[in-house]
Each structure stands twice: as C-alpha cells, then as structure tokens.
C-alpha cells in the first residue's frame, strides 16, 4: 500500500503563486517517476508536469515557463511550483507516482494517486 500526502493547495489572486508538495510512503520498490495532473469540473484529467527519477522533466504548453517541477529521491517527494498563476489554472491538482519494478525477463509499472489538493485562482 503507496499513500501519496499532498500540501500546498489554496485560495490566490491571479498573478500570485503556490507550492504543492507530494511524498511517497509505504511499500514500494523504487519510484521512477512522480507528477501532477489537474482537473477541472467538466473536463477530463490532464498532465500538467512530470519527472523522472533521472531528472528528465515535461511540462504542458499551458504551464512552460511559469511552473516548475522538482524532486527529492531520497524522500520520494515531488513539488510543483506555480508562477504567474491565472484563473484557468483552477482545478483539483492530483500527484502521482509510477513505482517500477524490474523482474527477470520484464518491467512492471504500478501507478499511484493523491487524493487532490484545490488550487483556486481568483481576484
């Protein structure tokens, strides 16, 4: 059992920033990957950044230059800066990390997830 605890989540004005923070806990064998997706009410979930255990980092187009993802292997712990934040940037932001195991002869990926944290951008 993975528990992913997220924190950072709040009410900003337009142009304001926040930082979400998510760490991994419990049985896991190596984490290769952690990230955040959004969803807004209406609208299907959408990656909004990802990294890599290694280091290799994607963001969406809607988000470049002013978010930032970061993270500490050692804590599991993933975290999203937000900058510049506009109205649109309003959603549930979920965290989600991807425990890879290697076994002889294949590669399993397990997929695990936050229960969200509201981000809420308004004046």
């Known amino acids: 059992q993975v528990q992913l605890v997220e924190s950072g989540g709040g009410l900003v004005q337009p142009g304001g920033s926040l930082r979400l923070s998510c760490a991994a806990s419990?049985?896991?064998?190596?984490?290769?990957?952690m990230g955040w997706y959004r969803q807004a009410p209406g609208k299907q979930r959408e990656l909004v950044a990802s990294?890599?255990?290694?280091?290799?980092?994607n963001y969406a187009d809607s988000v470049k230059g002013r978010f930032t993802i970061s993270r500490d292997n050692a804590k599991n712990t993933v975290y999203l800066q937000m900058n510049s934040l506009k109205p649109e940037d309003t959603a549930v932001y979920y965290c989600?990390?991807?425990?890879?195991?290697?076994?002889?002869?294949?590669?399993?990926?397990?997929?695990?997830w936050g229960q969200g944290t509201q981000v809420t951008v308004s004046s």
């Open positions: 419990g049985s896991m064998f190596s984490i290769y990957a």
């Open positions: 989600n990390a991807v425990d890879r195991v290697v076994g002889v002869g294949a590669i399993y990926d397990y997929d695990y």
């Open positions: 990294i890599t255990s290694g280091g290799s980092t």
